[in-house]
């Protein structure tokens, strides 16, 4: 299944405003009551995953193959990360569908259903949107689309406000309190004793600037985060120091600037064994970057601008948070698209 999550920032550096997010795995997915549930499986293996990160594009590449003797036709889940139905107060909308993003199953482009919920303190009040009059398209734009809100503020008619109001479904500025979870779903056959080959990609959320800058000026920190949760080796910290004592490529708030992608790699277990071959590339602008992650296995430098690790039968035992220190450029920002509906 392919899951994404967002953290949101409002960032310092240069006029740029980014998030964090991260993509996963393809996976079995089956649509149950109260939402989708993940299953095993013992008959579609992983066989390989490449996967390319970098700042300006993520893209993944898959190789499936069913080992049974018969054909398995199955639903394929690509949730987006949720989202508030009132935007952030700086008024970027920067969530719903990454930029760019495509889905192709052995090179043809995938025709998906979209799938909305919108969630309240935990509860699925879609219904209850439904019958103040939102249709299934507006409860997934709605952060998007002007005429239901701007600025803040509802621009709905007064009956649907008053509805909204009495129904509890606004927050103490009269804005949407709740949630909204969007999935694209497609039905995946899978041929017996046959291989195939599914990938995508998209532009990632990056975090940037104040979320992401490097200082050792009240311990050694990644924004607010120290630098030890991405595992970087004493060469690397020295690297930084050095760099942050000739106050060399500092932002505004005086840090060494960098960025935080994130990437869900866990649920690949929901595959038969894992991931038998598993190729992973960090891409940079430059040699002089420091890249740092928790990761089990030690990435190689293959040239100057990429790190990569190969592995086979790999099963993931945490997800990928990955800083990319020392930067001097950055990718055009990235706000995110309103969900597609085909």
């Known amino acids: 299944m392919l899951k994404l999550r967002l953290k949101f920032f409002f960032l310092g550096f240069s006029c740029f405003i980014f998030q964090t997010i991260a993509d996963a795995n393809d996976g079995f997915g089956s649509l149950g009551v109260g939402g989708i549930i993940l299953g095993k499986t013992d008959k579609i293996a992983m066989v390989s995953e490449q996967l390319d990160i970098g700042c300006s594009v993520i ?60 969630i309240l303190k935990g509860a699925d009040i879609t219904n209850k949107l439904k019958k103040i009059g939102f249709s299934v398209k507006q409860i997934a ?11 803040h503020e ?20 009269g804005s949407p309190a709740w949630e909204i979870e969007v999935s694209y779903v497609w039905n995946q056959t899978f041929p017996a004793r046959q291989h195939v080959h599914v990938e995508h990609s ?29 595992c970087p080796s004493p060469k690397q910290i020295s690297q930084l120091n050095k760099l942050f004592s000739e106050q060399s490529n500092l932002d505004n708030y005086r840090q060494i600037t960098g960025s935080i992608i994130e990437y869900v790699l866990m649920t690949a277990n929901t595959w038969k064994d894992g991931i038998r071959d598993f190729t992973m590339r960090i891409h940079t602008d430059s040699p002089n970057e420091v890249v ?45 698209e309103s969900p597609t509906f085909q």
Request: some cysteine.
């Open 154 to 173: 509802l621009k709905v008619p007064k009956t649907q406000a008053d509805a909204l109001k009495h129904a509890g479904l606004l927050n103490e500025y």
């Open 59 to 118: 893209h993944v590449s898959y190789d499936f193959l069913n080992e049974s003797d018969d054909d398995v036709k199955t639903p394929v889940i690509f949730p987006l990360p949720p989202y508030p139905a009132n935007p952030a107060e700086s008024g970027v909308v920067a969530h719903g569908q990454p930029a760019g993003f495509t889905v192709l199953s052995d090179g043809k482009a995938i025709k998906y259903d979209t799938k909305v919920r919108a």
């Open 202 to 230: 998209y532009r990632p959320f990056v975090a940037g600037g104040t979320a992401s800058g490097y200082t050792n000026a009240y311990g050694r920190k990644v924004g607010d985060l120290p630098i030890e949760n991405f």
């Open 141 to 151: 734009l709605f952060p998007f689309d002007e005429s239901l809100l701007s600025s």
């Open 292 to 336: 740092a992650l928790c990761f089990p296995f030690p990435l190689t430098k293959k040239r100057n601008n990429i790190y990569e690790v190969h592995l086979n039968n790999f099963r993931p035992t945490r997800d990928l948070r990955i800083y990319i220190g020392n930067q001097k450029t950055f990718p055009e920002s990235s706000y995110g």
